[in-house]
């Protein structure tokens, strides 16, 4: 089964109440992170862009979205009302998704994966360029007899 069909499934078996909200943010992630790898982790819809992105579950009295990192405090006063831990926001079921915050989130998470996907790559090549660097540099020493 495709990532796409694990979610599909995964809404369908949530309770009716709580598909719409699934839904919605579904096609809010994705809106919000072209290119994303959507799947199953932890038994929960997970998105992936250059590493864990979100996740958002079904419960029986809320829809939890799972967004961690510095959106989270970049947006604090934002997050409150719906915020039950530090990576935790709870929407009670038959309650409208916050679009607009939702997307602030997400958006400043794909930020956040794309700038340290790119630091990482930098920082992976600076040392092997170093090490080019040294070896052409050191001299060759004769061995005396």
């Keep these: 089964m495709t990532g796409k069909e694990e979610v599909d499934a995964y809404i369908a ?3 009716p109440r709580a ?7 579904r096609r809010t992630i994705k809106a919000c992170a072209p290119g994303v790898t959507e799947r199953l982790s932890y038994k929960m819809p997970y998105y992936e862009l250059h590493g864990r992105l979100t996740y958002f579950a079904a419960f029986q009295n809320h829809v939890s979205l799972f967004c961690w990192g510095l959106p989270m405090k970049r947006y604090a006063k934002e997050v409150e009302p719906y915020r039950t831990s530090s990576a935790t926001l709870q929407f009670p079921i038959g309650t409208r ?7 602030k989130l997400v958006k400043a998470r ?12 930098k920082a992976e090549a ?11 540099v050191r001299p060759k020493v004769a061995r005396a007899r």
Excluded: C, E, S, W
């Design 13 to 15: 078996a949530a309770p």
């Design 110 to 121: 794909v930020a956040d994966q794309v700038a340290r996907a790119g630091a990482k790559g």
């Design 126 to 136: 600076k040392p092997k360029a170093k090490a080019k660097a040294k070896a052409k």
């Design 19 to 25: 598909r719409p909200m699934l839904r919605q943010l």
């Design 97 to 103: 998704i916050p679009v607009a915050l939702v997307t």
